[in-house]
Structure formats: structure tokens, C-alpha cells
């Protein structure tokens, strides 16, 4: 696995770079030489963040630690995108690395997913707005995100609250 370390508002020594580069290692017997890891080192306030994100062969594995300690973070991020990988292992077996799982016994404390099961359906229109009136709209529903059409485009976007508490937008083609 490839792995590209950078940081935000920290200067990433070569210590914070190999410990990294050291604890992910561990999630090489998932995937093989052509997965990148992309790795974002940041502080906020107090919080030491880390965020990586894992691309192999068109599917993206995400996790976003933050702790009052950077090597605390590092440590954790890692069991994060392991746990992700062990409770979908069986839809995960075809695309990862054969042998990835040659050790079940590993995973026999994780509950798998056998099905999603949706609980709830809704149908709406979806009006012509701005997007600060769909920014408005998701706020005054108290939603995370919005789906909306918009007014300039007449294409659908979504709208989302970001951790940080600003907006995202995502375009849809």
C-alpha cells in the first residue's frame, strides 16, 4: 500500500510520518500493491486530527479519528478502517486481497450485515431553490443533508452539515 502523508496547520516530522506509515501497515493483508492511502494530519484547538482515506480498485475506505493526542489518534484510525472492512467481509471477500481473511476466527466478535433493511420510505418533490433556500430548508427541518433541484441549474444537488459546521455541496451528473 501506498501511503501519502501531508498535513494541515502541523508540520509532519518524520517521526509522526514512519509511526503512521507503521500502524497501517497492519492493513496491508487486506489490500495489495496498487491501494493509495491518502493521510490529512491537522490540529484544532485541542483536537489532533487524522483522516485517511484508503482508494482500492474504485471502492474508498474512510475514517476520521480525533483525540487529544496525535499518536492516540493514529492508533485508533486504523482499528476504524479494519472494522469497517470486517463487517462487510463478505462483500468485501471477491474485492480485496485473496487471503484476506484466511484467518475467520479474527472476525468471529464482529456481527455482519446480512441485508440492509430500510424501515422508511419517503417521496417528495423536489422544488427549484437556491442553494442557500436549501441550506435554510435543511436547517429548518433539522435534517444532516437535503436533496433539492437547483434554481440555476435545474440539475439535483444535496446539500450537507460538515463536522466542522460548514455546508458541503455535492453536484450530481
Not at 23 to 41: E, G, I, M, P, Y
Not at 128 to 150: C, D, K, R, T
Request: proline fraction near 1%; charge should be neutral.
Amino acid at each position: 500500500m501506498k501511503i501519502t502523508t501531508t498535513g494541515r496547520k502541523i508540520n509532519v516530522t518524520e517521526g509522526l510520518r514512519s509511526y503512521t506509515e507503521k500502524k497501517l501497515s497492519k492493513l496491508d493483508k487486506f489490500f495489495n500493491d496498487n491501494t493509495t492511502a491518502q493521510v490529512t494530519l491537522s490540529v484544532q484547538k485541542d483536537d489532533h486530527i487524522i483522516e485517511v482515506t484508503v482508494y482500492h480498485e474504485g471502492m474508498i475506505f474512510r475514517a476520521e479519528v480525533r483525540d487529544a493526542d496525535m499518536y492516540a489518534a493514529i492508533d485508533r484510525v486504523g482499528d476504524v478502517i479494519e472494522r469497517q472492512i470486517r463487517k462487510q467481509k463478505t462483500r468485501l471477500e471477491k474485492k480485496l486481497r485473496s487471503g484476506a481473511f484466511d484467518n475467520a476466527e479474527n472476525f468471529a466478535d464482529v456481527v455482519e450485515e446480512q441485508e440492509f433493511k430500510i424501515v422508511k420510505t419517503k417521496k417528495y418533490e423536489a422544488k427549484p431553490m437556491s442553494v442557500e433556500e436549501a441550506i435554510l430548508q435543511m436547517n429548518l427541518l433539522g435534517h444532516e443533508f437535503y436533496i433539492f433541484n437547483n434554481a440555476d441549474t435545474l440539475d439535483k444537488e444535496v446539500v450537507y452539515k460538515r463536522k466542522d459546521g460548514n455546508y458541503g455541496l455535492i453536484e450530481l451528473s
